[in-house]
């Protein structure tokens, strides 16, 4: 069975402190692992989609890497906009059905 | 690009009455959708994967009676909540698939009374 575990579950940052979110997942056959964004009472935003070990996407303060194992989410300067639950998802096998992680809550403090 | 939308964004019902929730991808043809449910502080738990032009597949433990799905177009489908009861409270979310990543909709709040 597919597993996505992310870490830590909430964050708490201040304004301009740069980190780092993690999702590590054990799948057979990854197709995709996406990040999105969720804001309180809102369907999760699309940000990234990676398709295998090495590759990186950029947008704005945030950057997505991935490995065979896992991926970071790193959010560069932060601002208190960024606060949101940030959730991972993977995709795999040959169906198009995904699975969510928890999320990681994060709150940016001016 | 890659809008979803989804109607109404809230509902309260009283318990017995059937509710349907619509989901659209605004900018693009989905043959797969998917719905979702949320409950608070937890993530999103799949309900159903639906297939246009065919039945809906659900997942494990999700009543099919209940949870009624249709996806007539590439453009839409529909979820109704049969003789909905206060434990289908919930936050109901759709996505649409296109080549790079599921799309999600706003979300549907139910508040069944």
């Known amino acids: 069975e597919d597993q996505v575990t992310q870490s830590p579950e909430a964050l708490r940052l201040q304004e301009g402190e740069s980190s780092s979110l993690n999702c590590s997942y054990t799948?057979?056959?990854?197709?995709?692992l996406f990040w999105y964004r969720q804001d309180p009472g809102k369907g999760p935003e699309f940000l990234f989609t990676l398709y295998s070990a090495g590759e990186e996407k950029e947008k704005e303060r945030l950057k997505a890497t991935l490995t065979k194992k896992e991926s970071f989410l790193h959010i560069t300067a932060p601002k208190p906009e960024d606060s949101a639950t940030y959730l991972c998802a993977v995709e795999a096998g040959g169906y198009q059905k995904v699975t969510f992680g928890i999320g990681t809550k994060l709150q940016v403090i001016p | 690009g890659a809008v979803v939308s989804q109607h109404p964004s809230w509902v309260i019902c009283k318990s017995g009455t059937s509710v349907k929730i619509e989901c659209r991808s605004l900018?693009?043809?989905?043959?797969?959708m998917f719905w979702y449910r949320q409950f608070p502080k937890q993530s999103l738990m799949l309900m159903a994967t639906s297939n246009e032009g065919s039945k809906a597949t659900y997942e494990q433990g999700v009543e099919k009676d209940k949870f009624l799905i249709n996806h007539a177009s590439l453009t839409l489908s529909t979820l109704t909540v049969t003789s909905a009861h206060p434990e289908d409270s919930s936050f109901y979310i759709c996505?649409?698939?296109?080549?790079?990543?599921?799309?999600f909709g706003p979300g549907t709040r139910l508040l069944v009374l």
């Open positions: 900018d693009f043809q989905a043959t797969t």
């Open positions: 996505s649409a698939r296109d080549v790079q990543a599921q799309y």
């Open positions: 799948v057979s056959g990854l197709r995709g």
